[in-house]
């Protein structure tokens, strides 16, 4: 079992820059892939990013490709999205995703349905 805390949330002007965290508790993080998620109002959620357990492999959505990056710090726990060049339609609420899994990650991974531990989400708000 794992529980998954997001925070880093927050309003900014388009063309700025947010961080956001995702702390994954339980003694097996080096296993678990992690995954960012986000759901606009009137959306379904879609898939932001994804990193292998071992933060070897990474894998993004193309709305966001070249202007997020996914990165795990696994001696604390915690993996990371740190957005740049944000945009009004970045707006949503991110939610980090987790399942215990020693493979890659790719295409195959983007489906909510794939991870097991949620976090409550964290709300991005981009203004124009």
């Known amino acids: 079992q794992a529980q998954v805390i997001e925070s880093g949330g927050g309003l900014v002007q388009a063309g700025g820059s947010l961080r956001l965290s995702c702390v994954v508790s339980g003694r097996l993080f080096n296993r678990y892939a992690v995954g960012w998620f986000r759901q606009a109002p009137g959306k379904e959620r879609e898939f932001v990013a994804a990193v292998s357990w071992n933060a070897g492999t990474t894998y993004y959505a193309d709305s966001v490709k070249g202007r997020f990056t996914i990165a795990k710090d696994k001696s604390e726990n915690t993996a990371y999205l740190q957005m740049i060049s944000l945009k009004p339609e970045d707006t949503a609420v991110y939610y980090c995703?987790?399942?215990?899994?020693?493979?890659?990650?790719?295409?195959?991974?983007?489906?909510?349905?794939?991870?097991?531990?949620w976090g409550q989400g964290t709300q991005v708000t981009v203004s124009s």
């Open positions: 995703a987790a399942r215990e899994h020693s493979g890659t990650v790719g295409r195959t991974r983007v489906s909510p349905d794939w991870y097991d531990y």
